[in-house]
């Protein structure tokens, strides 16, 4: 795995915990040699973690809207930055760059740009990993919300299992290693 995407926040929560949980995944990605691709941001979570990467030696390569551009405050110091047209444009070079996706605790950006990625792989857009980093249990909710689809039949078991979720930076990425993606979703009488 040569980049992960990892879709954040451009403000950094109420917790001093969700900064702490960026900056070890960024210290466990740079570790890795593993570059960074994210929304381009020098504020909030996405500055902490671009600033973690970029001190412990790694590379990061941001992706940011005109539109955003002076309002996220654009970070001035990543080995390389994309400033694209459109939020569309935004998450499809995210995920051209990358080999696989992490969410960190977020608004309702990060849900959308995880929820479409996850979509993307459940159809067979892409076959990359799809994780959620469960710092103090943010995900749970989401967790339970997937489980409830799963039980209501609005999504199937097998295609859950795509959101991989660990509280822990190195695990999380340790799964993605040993990720195996699922065959394409096709539609049949019986899955309707």
Known sequence: ???????????SGASEAYKEGAVQLGKELAQREITLVYGGASVGIMGTIADTVLAEGGKVIGVIPRLLEEREIAHQHLT??????????????????????????????????????????????????????????????????????????FLQEKYRSLAILESDPKALLDRFTLFQPLAIKTYTQQSL
């Not at 795995?1 to 403000?11: Q, R």
């Not at 159809?123 to 959620?132: A, D, T």
């Open 1 to 11: 795995m040569k980049s992960i995407a990892v879709f954040c926040g451009s403000s």
């Open 80 to 153: 390389e930055l994309h400033v694209v047209d459109t939020m569309h444009e935004r998450k499809a070079k995210l995920a051209d760059l990358s080999d696989g996706f992490i969410a960190l605790p977020g608004g309702p950006g990060t849900l959308e740009e995880f929820f479409e990625i996850f979509t993307w792989a459940q159809i067979g857009l892409h076959q990359k990993p799809c994780g959620l980093l469960n710092i103090q249990r943010y995900y749970d909710p989401l967790m339970s919300l997937l489980d409830h689809m799963v039980e209501q039949q």
